[in-house]
């Protein structure tokens, strides 16, 4: 894992930190849940993933400390956008 620079794209932030364990395309792994179209996240609303990102969810890690609300804000749009297709 490496630290997203502030002015990170959402991608490269999702490439950086969620990746390894929610796979390239948001597939999801034995390590992550799915995060793509048709998952549980998809149904959900932004609040749902904002929380799980800055609080972390089950064996998901915080990343209060790593990332500043705009690149979380940034990560969800993107995110939203691979799930939409």
Known sequence: MSIPASDDTGEEI???LCANCHGEGLEGSPLGQSLG???VSASQPDSYTEFAVVNGKGSMPSFEQVLEERQVERLIEHI???QSG
């Open 80 to 82: 939203r956008e691979v």
């Open 37 to 39: 179209p048709g998952s």
């Open 14 to 16: 999702y490439r950086k």
